[in-house]
């Protein structure tokens, strides 16, 4: 990975030392994390963001001496890559982040309460907080059609998964891939949550509303960074929950403190499947 210039707020451009890769990985979004080439200018960065991806924290640590690391985030990954970068700003030389934009902590309501509320009992992260309850569906479904459904979604909508209706395909209907994956991708990525179930990810989306009453100390605190964010215009999170406004109109940069006039949040327009 190539060694490119500075990352001071601003500025579009970041210097990398690639000495330790450390990943995080998404445990629901199984596809491998994105390969980056982080180049002069960083927009240059393409990233296909069209669906459901994979997620990870990737840190970037310079030589010995240096503390401070350059973090690459996508979808899971990224909320953990926001938080690390408000909590240990001095840990952090600059952010990639993709999908999902920094979330200022609402102190009003929980984030369980106000997506059920604004979504219904349907919507996806809500049909995941009861234990046990979706891995059965999912189990019925079956692993393969269940990754392959959140692999192939590319609706520029909130995603629902209605109690016995799921994704709305049937257990009979064949399963079509994307066109960026083999059947031995498939394959492999079911076998390996054949082993180890689903629950791990989804104890992620049930501990939101914990993770809320343990940050109250960093409500109104700003990511402030060096950032470069990237999102797909397919992707469900810019499609839902007034990401398009909220990233388009100023409020995500605001937000953010070390965005400047050159440095805002990059759309990438999605691959065709």
Not at 193 to 204: A, Q, S, V
Not at 212 to 218: D, I, K, N, R, S
Not at 242 to 247: E, K
Request: glycine fraction near 10%; proline fraction near 8%.
């Amino acid at each position: 990975m190539a060694s490119q210039s500075s990352g001071t707020p601003g500025d579009t451009r970041f210097s990398i030392s690639p000495h330790m890769v450390t990943v995080l990985w998404h445990p629901i979004s199984v596809a491998t994390v994105t390969p980056l080439v982080l180049q002069s200018p960083i927009h240059q960065v393409h990233h296909p963001s069209c669906g459901w991806r994979s997620g990870g924290a990737h840190q970037h640590r310079g030589g010995p001496g240096e503390d401070k690391v350059f973090v690459v985030g996508h979808d899971w990954g990224a909320m953990i890559a926001w938080a690390l970068c408000l909590y240990r700003p001095d840990k952090v030389k600059a952010l990639v982040n993709m999908s999902v934009p920094f979330s200022p902590r609402n102190p009003k309501f929980k984030p369980i309460d106000g997506l059920r509320a604004l979504y219904g009992n349907d919507y996806y992260i809500i049909r995941f907080q009861e234990p046990g309850e979706i891995e059965g569906e999912f189990a019925v479904w079956g692993t393969d059609r269940v990754l392959n459904n959140f692999f192939n979604y590319r609706k520029p909508a909130p995603l629902f998964l209605p109690k016995g209706v799921g994704f709305g395909t049937s257990p009979d209907d064949p399963i079509i891939l994307p066109s960026w994956m083999s059947k031995e991708d498939l394959e492999y990525y079911t076998s390996k949550y054949e082993k180890t179930g689903f629950t791990g990810g989804l104890n992620y989306y049930r501990a939101l509303n914990l993770n809320w009453e343990l940050t109250g100390p960093w409500t109104g605190a700003q990511v402030k960074v060096p950032v470069k964010f990237i999102v797909g215009d397919l992707d469900l999170t810019y499609n839902s929950m007034g990401a398009r406004d909220y990233i388009e109109k100023g409020g995500f940069t605001k937000r953010c403190a070390s965005f400047g006039r050159s440095n805002r949040a990059s759309r990438c327009r999605s691959f065709s499947s």
